[in-house]
């Protein structure tokens, strides 16, 4: 028996690869499902079931297109309703891969229909649970995403403290815990770093495992501090519920290539959002007018979701050669499906093209601070999220995080100059670029950030405080 965890950082999420004498389990796949029946070619292995911890609200799931493409069965726990066949399993279910045993523990809270799938090696030990994101190393799963008419936060709460209890706490310590995600998701509030742990030392360091902890204290602590939601959450659970285009579909729509001239009479036919992904110092030298930025390589697909309100909204891209099926892909595991094609060539395909452009000011950290200290005046606004700016910011920067870009939109004044910065340059690119292609044009973007202002001139006035 062997288990290979397959970790995406984008989406700080875990997918699992579990095979025992020919036979495959797959947990939680990400959309995209070649890795997975290569990996089962590679090893000569035959992918039976899909196992699903529940219906996934901040990626789009394989399960799909993996049972489509290899017979395999896709399964859920218990209260789930999907669109398409799959097999409903009973709590205490066992199911065999090879000599392999699995069995499905019923966890509702985080969402009614959770399970945890744990797993007997071939010699019927209790060897590892596939936690979904009811456990997570560090934390536990937020109980506000499937709220219903005759379910509150506090009722999932409720329910998830008594699923961690009843089915998680009483299993032997030396079990390997394998979440759903680790530190980045959306889906909790103080996951670790870490992708892996045993259950012994999450119960002595999650804070939600705590011994003698009352429900009342449980959930309390769960339910403070929550942020709202990404917008797409539910648009994704509907998906993964409801089902979806196949990917190879999607990826053959959107990496059609276009000419500039193509590229423009679709744009301008189509209402298309002009997304371009390089990165931002690229991004800053030269643009299509009124394209916005948000680079590939951050935290791409969760920006994407966070930023781009209608899940429908026809996109045409603007990418660096050889990355445009990757950029696809990463769309697609948010749900963005409506890609209608790439500019062949990229921004240089334009510029030669003789066609518009725009740019970004973009100035480096010692411009800034020389600006600064000669001016202590000037309007700065960081767009980083609440508790970052709370732990530390340049003296009279105003907090307008890009996660509300358009509840701050109406402070800002379009005839006045404002130097905008996040941590380290990637967010700041994305909020100006949103900003320019709304008719904001005086915004001038700080390269590298806050953490470069405050390590190479500590001595820039840096205020705090406790909110």
Known sequence: MKIEQIYTGCLAQGAYFIFSEGEAAVVDPLREITPYIQKAQKENVKIKYVLETHFHADFVSGHIDLADATGAT?????????????????????????????????TPGHTMESATYLLFDEKGKEYAIFSGDTL???????????????LTVNDLAG?????????????????????????????????????????????????????????AEFIKEVTSGL????????????????????????????????????????????????????????FAKGFIPNSINIGIDGNFAPWVGALITDINQ?????TDEGREEETVVRLARVGYDNTLG???G????????????????????????????????ISIIDVRKAN?????????AINLPLDNINDGMPLIDKNKTYYVHCAGGYRSMIYTSILKSRGYDNLINIENGFKSIVAEYPDTKVSSCVC
């Open 159 to 215: 329910i998830l403290f008594d699923s961690l209890r009843n089915k998680i706490m009483p299993l032997p310590d030396h079990i390997i815990v394998y979440p759903a995600h680790g530190a980045g998701s959306a889906c909790g509030k103080h996951m670790s770093k870490e992708t892996i742990d045993t259950l012994g030392n999450q119960k002595k360091t999650n804070y939600a495992l705590r011994a003698n902890m009352t429900k």
């Open 342 to 344: 790439h500019l062949k």
């Open 227 to 282: 942020l709202p939601p990404p917008f797409y959450f539910p648009l994704n659970a509907r998906l993964n519920k409801e089902g979806y285009s196949s990917i190879t579909d999607v990826i053959q729509k959107g990496t059609k290539a276009l000419n500039p001239e193509e590229f423009e009479q679709v744009a301008n036919k189509t209402g298309a959002l002009l997304l371009d992904v390089r990165d931002q110092a690229s």
């Open 346 to 377: 990229g921004f240089n395909a334009w510029k030669n093209a003789g066609k518009e452009t725009d740019h970004v000011n973009s100035i480096s950290v010692q411009t800034f601070v020389d600006t600064y200290k000669a001016n202590p005046n």
């Open 314 to 318: 026809p996109i045409l891209l603007i």
């Open 136 to 150: 997570f190393i560090g934390d536990v799963g937020r109980p506000d995403l499937a709220v219903k008419s005759d």
């Open 74 to 106: 896709i399964v859920f726990g218990p209260n789930a309703n999907p669109s398409f066949k799959a097999h409903i399993a009973k709590d205490g279910e066992e199911l065999k891969v090879g000599k392999a045993t699995i069995k499905v523990l019923h």
């Open 388 to 396: 970052e700016y709370q732990s530390g910011h340049i003296m009279d």
